[in-house]
């Protein structure tokens, strides 16, 4: 005879929710392992574990996952940046008889030969620009002197060579348009309303109607 069922204590498999560190009004969040060089960063931002960043600055509320690489650039705010991404990657003279390094950054091979300041600086002249709220993709590229307009995602893996306008997608090597985000008439509203620059007061007011509402419905509250 079958003795009766017992009954089983259920266990919770779910990770129990953690979250993340809490963000500073006084600058930014940098985790472990980062190399920060000639860099500002703004109110609520955040410096992912083990990246790197260079002569860059980032706005308020922007932030990079962990191993990304960002040089020469401006990241702007609410720029959403993920993990293992490289922006602004710096290049090599490929007119000349070499394109290693020793040209360049001769000190590091003899006592008696600066850098090339002039090949150094123009490096660092070519800028790069992330507009809010933007998403780049995990193993996102993107080339210097660059613009990336509000509002546009980068494909995860996706190579950027040429500027990208708001709000539209891309994905491919190298990245191609896919479709906008928006209708014309929705993109352009929401760049006149720019809630990026709201202040945190505002958006602290708004946060649930952010989640809450889709980008149309959204305009019709805060724009009319």
Request: with cysteine; glycine share 8%.
């Amino acid at each position: 005879m079958n003795a009766d069922p017992q009954p089983v204590e259920a266990i919770d498999t779910d990770p129990p929710v953690q979250r993340g560190p809490r963000l500073s009004p006084q600058g930014a969040v940098i985790h472990p392992g980062c190399v920060i060089v000639n860099s500002t960063f703004a109110p609520w931002t955040e410096v992912g574990e083990g990246s790197r960043v260079l002569n860059s600055t980032f706005e308020a509320y922007a932030y990079c996952d962990r191993l990304s690489d960002i040089a020469n650039t401006t990241v702007g705010k609410f720029a959403n940046i993920a993990a293992m991404t490289r922006v602004g990657p710096t290049d090599h003279p490929m007119a000349n008889a070499s394109l290693h390094h020793f040209l360049y950054r001769s000190s590091y091979y003899w006592d008696d030969i600066p850098d090339d300041a002039d090949f150094m600086a123009h490096r660092a002249s070519r800028r790069t620009v992330i507009g809010p709220d933007t998403w780049l993709g995990h193993g996102v590229i993107v080339k210097p002197e660059v613009t990336i307009g509000a509002g546009a995602v980068i494909a995860s893996g996706a190579v950027v060579t040429r500027d990208v306008p708001p709000y539209m997608i891309m994905a491919g090597l190298p990245a191609q348009p896919l479709r906008p985000r928006f209708a014309p008439g929705i993109a352009d509203r929401l760049l006149a309303l720019a809630w990026w620059d709201w202040s945190h007061d505002r958006l602290r007011a708004a946060v649930f109607d952010f989640r809450a509402l889709k980008a149309e419905a959204f305009l019709e509250k805060y724009q009319g």
